[in-house]
């Protein structure tokens, strides 16, 4: 079964079962040092019992001891250390009376040796009562009967203190070995813990870069195949974020593949139904203003000539939208092949020579034999839509020069007018498309917005860059920079340079 997990239900997976398994880790290691706690202290209580039982043996004996010496000797020291031996007998009774506490069955051993050590401590105070009795006539002590007496009630109670020794040793054992093992055990969870949170870890991880990671690189990459024009791959899956985001990403470029597709229906569209039709309708016009059919009147000769006008630029401006196009789309030809400069500057020259002549503006073009590896045409084209942009933003009676020079593996053309300058607002996007400078144009001319953005795609095209340099009241400088020979494709760049 797949389960659909959203980006923020494997973030919580990812945290929250090392989470858990970290607190049963520590729950479980914790169980185990408290249970070797309890061990440990239950061997140092069986120690302990057996320690005070011990304790109430050796001080028996050291106050029978200090009885003989005592009717032997006679001597007040040994019945203080009889009186001492007594008094720390009880203690020891006491201290194992708490120890044992609630425990029913240490109760009831150390009463029976409570009771055995009372029983030897009467023997014991009635061999001191009897000597203390007995004056300087020591027969008078009937000391056998009662060393018999004493030595029975010791042999019962040192048969109590090992039952109460051997019950402590089955309770509590107190083999090193054994909390040794339990030391080990700890150990050895400790180790295994680790290990696996090492190994939960590295899963998750793997899990998350399998099923997140590599998903958003497969939407990276699918971005930089949308901007080449590459397939893109198949939908990731899943019901995450991601794959929304991948469903939303394939549906923008299939809208974008009909964006394009309606586009290229477009331009099929104005090639076929406008263009056609216009240029036959242009070239009626033609035959009318020629008498062709007939003579035609002065007012008519006017109007014809300006319907000529204005289809002739609607014809213009369908060219453009279709250069521009086909430069976008990469379909544009170009016929590189080594092209006198010259050429380009008559040929412009010409073109323009009629315009520049009717506004007045004086075109100083110099002689040139540079040579540059190009479209010949193209940059004609270039050229043209700069000049014409020169003289159509200079005042009446002004000067438009054009200079070429060669610099570092580049020749480059410059086009300098004495108009009024380019506002600093418009210099970022004057190579756009359909961008136009608004209230700088002296000549009352109309442009498309689309000569600029032309000249820009051509000169790319070129493997050079395109600029302008300009200053508000005292003219502008536009300039392109062409390779001088052919480029490799790792040596072609592209740019624009404003000033």
Not at 28 to 46: C, I, Q, T, W
Request: with cysteine; proline share 3%.
């Amino acid at each position: 079964m797949k389960f659909n997990l959203k980006l923020t239900h494997k973030g919580l997976i990812l945290v929250s079962v090392p989470l858990a398994f970290e607190l049963i880790f520590i729950a479980v290691l914790y169980g185990m040092f408290k249970h070797a706690e309890y061990e440990r202290a239950r061997a140092d209580h069986a120690r302990a019992m057996v320690g005070e039982a011990s304790e109430i043996m050796r001080d028996l004996y050291n106050a029978g001891t200090a009885i003989v010496a005592y009717r032997v000797l006679r001597n007040r020291s040994y019945s203080d250390r009889f009186s001492e031996n007594i008094d720390q007998v009880a203690t020891h009774i006491n201290n194992l009376k708490k120890m044992a506490g609630r425990n029913k069955q240490e109760a009831e051993l150390v009463g029976r040796i409570e009771d055995g050590v009372k029983t030897a401590l009467t023997l014991l105070a009635d061999t001191k009562q009897s000597v203390d009795e007995g004056g300087e006539d020591f027969s008078m002590v009937p000391h056998h009967n009662v060393q018999k007496e004493v030595a029975a009630s010791m042999s019962d109670l040192v048969t109590k203190m090992k039952e109460l020794a051997t019950f402590e040793a089955a309770v509590g054992p107190t083999s090193p070995e054994v909390q040794e093992q339990a030391n080990l055990a700890v150990n050895y969870a400790l180790l295994v813990g680790v290990i696996f949170s090492i190994l939960l870890a590295l899963s998750l991880a793997v899990w998350v870069n399998q099923s997140t990671s590599r998903r958003l690189g497969l939407l990276m990459d699918n971005s930089l195949r949308l901007a080449s024009g590459e397939p893109l791959h198949n939908l990731v899956g899943g019901g995450d974020e991601i794959s929304h985001l991948d469903r939303v990403f394939h549906g923008m470029a299939e809208s974008l593949d009909e964006a394009a597709r309606l586009k290229q229906e477009f331009v099929a569209m104005i090639t076929h139904d406008l263009r056609t039709p216009l240029t036959s309708v242009r070239g009626s016009l033609s035959l009318l203003l020629t008498n062709t059919y007939g003579m035609v009147s002065d007012g008519a000769v006017k109007e014809l000539k300006s319907a000529e006008s204005n289809v002739t630029r609607v014809i213009g401006l369908i060219n453009e939208l279709l250069d521009v196009e086909k430069m976008e789309a990469g379909k544009m030809e170009m016929d590189f092949d080594m092209v006198p400069a010259a050429y380009i500057l008559e040929n412009s020259l010409d073109a323009v020579r009629g315009f520049a002549d009717a506004l007045g503006i004086r075109l100083q073009i110099p002689s040139s034999d540079i040579h540059l590896y190009a479209d010949g045409d193209r940059l004609t084209q270039v050229m043209t839509n700069l000049l014409s942009n020169a003289v159509k933003f200079s005042p009446r009676g002004s000067l438009v020069t054009v200079i070429v020079e060669k610099v570092p593996n580049y020749v480059q053309f410059k086009v300098i007018d004495q108009g009024p300058g380019i506002p600093r607002a418009h210099r970022s996007n004057l190579f756009e498309r359909y961008k136009q400078v608004k209230g700088t144009r002296v000549s009352g001319q109309r442009g498309t917005g689309l000569g600029l953005n032309i000249c820009k795609l051509i000169v790319e095209q070129h493997g050079g860059m395109i600029g302008f340099e300009s200053e508000e009241g005292r003219g502008s400088t536009f300039w392109f920079r062409i390779p001088a020979q052919a480029m490799t494709k790792e040596e072609e760049t592209s740019d624009v340079l404003v000033s």
